[in-house]
């Protein structure tokens, strides 16, 4: 059975940390680019971070400098590490693991909520 399972979210004032996890199990996960995604009430979701199971990272400009993705295969587990957090990174963090090819897959978590107070 695929799950994907964020954890690490929570309430945090502005210019806190938090870090996220997200553990994977039921597939290949050493070999799957995982990405973290949020979405924030009302809104669309929108794409935060990514690591290739090479390990190049991605991020969108507005966390660039504040978040690090990492991963540790050895775990099956990615983390997205959180610094000098804002009210608008209020939302819920939600972990994709995706292969395009061959025999590819795209999982989703359920999310942790990540809430900033200003």
């Known amino acids: 059975q695929v799950q994907l399972v964020e954890s690490g979210g929570g309430l945090v004032q502005a210019g806190g940390s938090l870090r996220l996890s997200c553990a994977g199990s039921?597939?290949?996960?050493?070999?799957?680019?995982i990405a973290w995604y949020r979405q924030a009430p009302g809104k669309q979701r929108d794409f935060v971070a990514s690591i290739s199971n090479g390990g190049n990272t991605n991020y969108v400009d507005s966390v660039k400098g504040r978040f690090t993705i990492s991963r540790d295969n050895a775990k099956n587990t990615v983390y997205l590490q959180m610094n000098y957090l804002k009210s608008e990174d209020t939302a819920v963090y939600l972990c994709?693991?995706?292969?395009?090819?061959?025999?590819?897959?795209?999982?989703w978590g359920r999310g942790t909520q990540v809430t900033v107070s200003s």
């Open positions: 994709n693991a995706k292969r395009i090819s061959p025999l590819p897959y795209d999982y």
């Open positions: 039921g597939f290949t996960f050493n070999i799957a680019t």
